[in-house]
């Protein structure tokens, strides 16, 4: 079809869905719309952008200021807009290609399904799973009984949530409607519906406290008799699939890759559409949207319904209000307990406590305290972020979404006004600029608006390489020439010079290997190594002054009522240290792997030097040559010190490939480099003494009760990640267990009296 052949088409809602897959699959389709709608002028001109200035189309804020120069309207606008903009478009008379969910509510799908059956107009619903080739085949096979009858069927589908959003309403249950439910359940449930007929009992349970759920689980009964799991995620890479067991046989296909696996020979065998599970004929994401978009044209020229109407969409919209009208919490030990302070959970935390402000909220460190400040204290929390798509977690709760970057200082003075407490926990690893600028902003704003405490979170790093024996405040500073370190260190005096010369209520902690769920560096690292390979440590296992983050959450609220800590820096850990090796076993225990392996640290740092590693991985990835350029200590300070100054195009170069972290292969062999060689040969035990008198600590958590709740988050995170058995990846002097360790094994810390 040419594009005159094609109605006028107005879309409406200018986001990433648009221009990242709605347009580009209209244009293969040879569709150009004819007006573009959204508020935003700078949404706007990215997508025109995209259609070329000299075929540019209308552009308006509202769609009523075009209305005579379109006749059919893609709808992509925020949820909680699709009722009332898609019921005004089908009473004007246009035809409507409604982004899923179709609506928030039962009852304005409803109308909206009706008005479009008055006007006799089409309304279709973007479910573009229904045109994946393995689910078709699977609702074939249902339907055709050689499954035999249905009894149970088991859906994951999950992944750590990265989509490009701009504005923090899609955070917020008045822009987007819900959470993981609404938005990845809307396709999941309709395919379940699809698959298995109406539900009869549901039982919905979520993780939200008030804000959007990011974690759910559905138990369902359905009419027929079959029962079965849903679970939907935000926070976890699940495998994304359904598992299916009739009387005959069971099947599992994934939920939008055309991938069938089955026990039964004669299951794959089974034709639908002329291909059977062995042979389907490949999709990518693109085709999916064209099916649509061009079943919506066709249907609009042939005068029929669209193949997904607004009428298919009903049962999964009826079901997703049902559940939140019956919603429990959802179970997260790590979330919820043991915190002998803790508040009972209701459906929404006080509000009654004093006004946060938190920087690095969207961080591991900065998440828990959001969640133990709203849950604990009654706070009105404000976070500030640079990603909003990274603030899917603190969405859980009704808190404040900043999105600003420090370096603007007026936006970081409109944060900060009003507050009662700031706690700085964002640090950026690429730019000293970006830190040490943002500091003065912080602190700077904070001394304006009369901030009751200021709490600046820095690192026990600060201090290496470590020393053997005790180590506390005074202890000399770290190796400046590593850049961290040097940032860490200026970072911390800028906090203690404004205290002691400005009046800044400001304390300085520097905790030591915080570990706990959903920690990147010290929990989801070595888990995912442990998984993917062979994790190989020093032989001459030191000792880890190791921290369960909520006892670095305690330090931090006690450093906001304490006038005495004011001025001063606290070294935080936990109250015992265990070996390296006992660490990283627990880990192990958990995910119940085999991949831990120990040689001498002196063949570890020779392995590390290897001209034969070094080929044999740039041969396997050429990008990799910059890991290796940047082993070269004056090479590593050039990039992490003048990557502001960078040119563009070397500067995302060093970003994606030496700065961003890459999804690990399977297989592979995990070696320490230098700075983590020295750390796990250290013996360096923490001196609590000072955080103790000044600040009343006393750590809760011993290693292994932070790491009970540890262990639960990782059976509970990686459940679904494949497990890789590590002979293939063992070096050759490799041993399965470490040296003996000096009497005594496990340490103690100083100051416990």
Known sequence: MTNAEFPRLAIIGCGSIVSHHLLPALLRLGWRPNVLVDPSPERLEAVQALLGRNRAPVAVADWREAADHFDAALVAAPPMFHAPVGQSLLEAGKHVFMEKPLAVTLADAERMVQTADERQRVLAVGLMRRYVNGVRWLKALVDSGQLGRILRFEAREGFVYNWGISSPSMLRRDGAGGGVLLDTGSHTLDLLLWWFGAAAEVDYSDDSHGGLESDCRLSLTMASGASGTLELSRTRALRNTIRVYGTKGSVEVHLYENHIASDVPQILDFVHDGFSANHIPPQIFGDLFQAELRDFADAIREGRPAAVGGRDALPSTALIERCYATRKPLALPWVDGPAPAAAPHTDGPRTDGPTVVVTGAAGFIGGRLVERLCLEHGAKVRCIVRDIAQ???????????????????????????????????????????????????????????????????????????????????????????????????????????????????????????????????????????????????????????????????????????????????????????????????????????????????????????????????????????????????????????????????????????????????????????????????????????????????????????????????????????????????????????????????????????
């Open 391 to 753: 603030a899917v977690r603190l969405a859980r709760f009704p808190v404040e979404i900043v999105r600003a970057d420090l370096l603007d200082r007026e936006a970081i003075g409109k944060a900060v006004a009003g507050a009662d407490w700031v706690f700085h926990c964002a640090y950026d690893v690429r730019s000293r600029r970006q830190n040490i600028d943002g500091m003065n902003a912080l602190i700077d704003a904070s001394l304006a608006n009369g901030v009751e405490s200021f709490v600046h979170l820095s690192t026990f790093s600060v201090y290496e390489p470590l020393p053997d024996g005790p180590l506390s405040e005074e202890t000399r500073d770290g190796d400046r020439a590593w850049s961290y370190v040097q940032n860490k260190l200026d970072l911390e005096a800028m906090v203690l010079d404004a205290a002691r010369q400005r009046g800044l209520p400001g304390v300085v902690l520097q905790p030591s290997i915080v570990y706990g769920p959903f920690c990147k560096p010290w929990t989801n690292a070595p888990a995912e190594m442990l998984l993917s390979g062979t994790v190989v440590l020093p032989q001459e296992s030191g000792l880890c002054n190791a921290v369960y983050i909520d006892d670095l959450v305690d330090a931090m609220i006690a450093a906001t009522r304490s006038p005495q800590a004011i001025g001063e820096r606290f070294v935080i850990s936990g109250p015992d240290a265990p070996p390296w090796a006992a660490v990283f076993g627990r880990f192990q225990e958990a995910l119940g792997v085999d991949s831990l392996r120990f040689q001498p640290a002196e063949a570890i740092r020779k392995e590390m030097k290897s001209l034969r590693r070094d080929i044999a991985m740039v041969l396997q990835d050429p990008k990799k040559i910059i890991q290796i350029i940047v082993r070269w200590r004056p090479a590593r300070r050039l990039l992490q010190g003048g990557f502001d100054s960078l040119p563009p195009r070397l500067r995302h170069l060093v970003m994606v490939h030496y700065f961003l972290k890459k999804k690990a292969s399977r297989n592979q062999l995990w070696l320490p480099d230098a700075q983590k060689l020295a750390l796990y040969q250290a013996r360096a035990v923490i001196d609590l003494g000072k955080a103790r008198r000044l600040l009343g600590y006393a750590p809760r958590f011993t290693f292994e009760d932070g790491m009970a709740l540890t262990a639960a988050y990782l059976r509970w995170a990686y459940r679904d990640v494949p497990r890789t058995a590590p002979a293939a990846a063992r070096p050759a002097n490799e041993d399965r267990q470490p040296a003996p360790l000096p009497a005594p094994t496990e340490t103690t810390r100083v100051g416990n009296a």
